[in-house]
């Protein structure tokens, strides 16, 4: 029984903690595994943070990796338990997307990321919006995540799932993915990091597509330590995504310069989260960095630009769902019928909705009215971070205008809920890597910031992340 309660206490290590551990042999790999399947088969009932659990996997990989360890042969993340969004392929391992559409269908192979991550030990996918569409995880179409929390309230979305696993102890870390802030709002409500990297620097193969060119993968951790160690893990240029890069930069922060946007100080931010953001900023000041105030001017364009470009992707990315390639949910008396019928009872709401407006913004008549505008208002919000970055090495602001909210709050208001992105959406725009930390709570609800970098600048982000960071440690 004391052994029991020793191990169950390992669940709380970070990535690090959980690395020397493992190499001084205080535990096994397959003694800490057990700790964690135990504790998602007990507490996992009611955050609901996996939608697939891999025990056989787990386990046969934990095995392997004491093999290693007992050979000497240990590297940082061999044997650590980590969590993979549902929208990630582990070969041979059920692959959802958080929808109907692909309820039996079974990964043919691994994303680059797993294949990177292969000393890890797999506990399981996590739950997401269907097809990583929502800023709740309300929208999975099998049940909604909680919040570890506030049991009554969203972990945030899309990544809510692997957020909610990292925020209950559920796992050491986890990967989500990021189309206009699914990883770092998240973040923000579980009171995590987590790190949405520069475009390119981490390959999208083995990721079913959302937007193509906004989607990327990142770290939802613990702390900022583990978020670089597990960013320097999957980083880097893939053979199988033409648009991945080994671009890899650094800046001498001889004296640190942090921009504060004024159009991200204004109506519809919580005071709350306003005062913690501010107090940061404080800290900062304190801490011989200088503040600049800049401007983003086109900020405000940034929601509406994202949901004509990202619904337009996602409508053509989601046309490959027909019901004949990967899965069916329905039949039909003739092939239109059967086409009908699939993507009928196929997609959710959400989904529906999304693929709707996108073929929409498409369409002849309109293409010029709205999709090309939308590149053009995308230029000009990637052309104000240029400019900004000439007077400041990162950008600190509020990830979330809005607290966690409670589960159902926000069903009817749509638009309200598209609106808690309104801080993260222009960094998927720009390409830009950006990283939300806790910066304190109210009423027990995490609050969360975000620092923003120029491309290929994550060295320094998390370098200037930390100094933050290590005043909660």
């Known amino acids: 029984m004391r052994f029991l309660k020793k191990m ?7 990535i690090k903690k959980a690395h020397e551990g493992l190499k001084e042999k205080r535990f096994s790999s397959v003694e800490l595994t057990k700790v964690f399947l135990d504790k998602i088969n007990t507490k996992d009932k009611e955050i ?21 360890i007992k050979k000497g042969e240990i590297d940082i993340l061999t044997g650590i338990p980590c969590a993979i969004k549902d929208n990630l392929m582990i070969k041979g391992v059920r692959c959802t997307a958080g929808s109907r559409f692909l309820d039996k269908y079974i990964a043919p192979y691994n994303a680059t990321v797993v294949d990177k991550l292969k000393d890890c030990v797999f506990l399981g996918k996590t739950n997401l919006d269907e097809f990583a569409m929502g800023s709740s995880c309300e929208k999975s179409a099998y049940f909604p995540t909680h919040n570890p929390h506030d049991l009554e309230r969203v972990p945030g979305g899309s990544s809510g799932g692997s957020a909610a696993a990292v925020a209950a102890d559920e796992c050491v870390f ?8 699914s990883i770092r709002q998240p973040a923000c409500f579980c009171g995590i990091t987590g790190l949405k990297p520069t475009y390119g620097t981490v390959s999208r193969y083995g990721l079913i597509a959302f937007a193509s060119s906004l989607d990327q993968i990142g770290p939802m951790t613990k702390n900022i330590e583990d ?26 922060l001889k004296e640190i310069r942090i921009g504060v946007p004024k159009e991200y100080f204004g109506k519809g931010l919580d005071p709350e989260i306003e005062k913690a953001v501010k107090n940061a900023i404080s800290f900062y000041e304190k801490s011989d ?8 001017p086109h900020t405000d364009y940034a929601l509406a630009c994202y949901y004509i470009i990202a619904p337009s992707e996602a409508s053509a990315n989601l046309a490959r769902f027909d019901g004949i390639r990967y899965s069916k949910v329905a039949d039909g008396e003739n092939l239109i019928d059967y086409y009908l019928q699939n993507k009928t009872k196929g997609f959710g709401a959400e989904v529906k909705k999304r693929i709707i407006l996108g073929t929409y913004t498409l369409s002849a008549g309109y293409y010029d009215a709205y999709y090309k505008k939308a590149l053009k208002v995308r230029t000009l919000i990637k052309k104000d971070f240029e400019e900004a970055f000439k007077k400041v090495d ?8 809005c607290l966690p909210f409670k589960i159902g709050e926000m069903v009817d208001d749509p638009l309200a809920m598209y609106l808690s992105d309104i801080y993260t ?18 009423n027990g ?18 370098k200037i992340a930390k100094l933050y960071d290590n005043t909660r440690n």
């Open 8 to 14: 169950i206490d390992l669940t709380n290590l970070t």
């Open 48 to 68: 609901k943070a996996y939608l697939t659990i891999t025990p056989e996997l787990a386990l046969k990989q934990a095995e392997n990796a004491d093999k290693k």
């Open 174 to 181: 986890a990967l989500g993915s990021d189309t206009g802030g």
């Open 227 to 252: 978020a670089e160690i597990v960013f320097n893990a999957i980083k880097g240029k893939d053979k199988m995504d033409s648009t991945s890069c080994n671009e890899n930069r650094n800046k001498d």
């Open 289 to 296: 960095a200088k503040i600049v105030e800049i401007s983003l």
């Open 394 to 401: 990162v950008i600190i602001g509020p990830t979330s205008p």
């Open 425 to 442: 959406v222009s960094v998927n725009l720009a390409g830009l890597p950006a990283i939300s930390i806790p910066c304190g709570e109210s």
């Open 445 to 462: 609800l995490p609050i969360g910031m975000q620092l923003i970098a120029p491309a290929f600048m994550e060295n320094n982000l998390f």
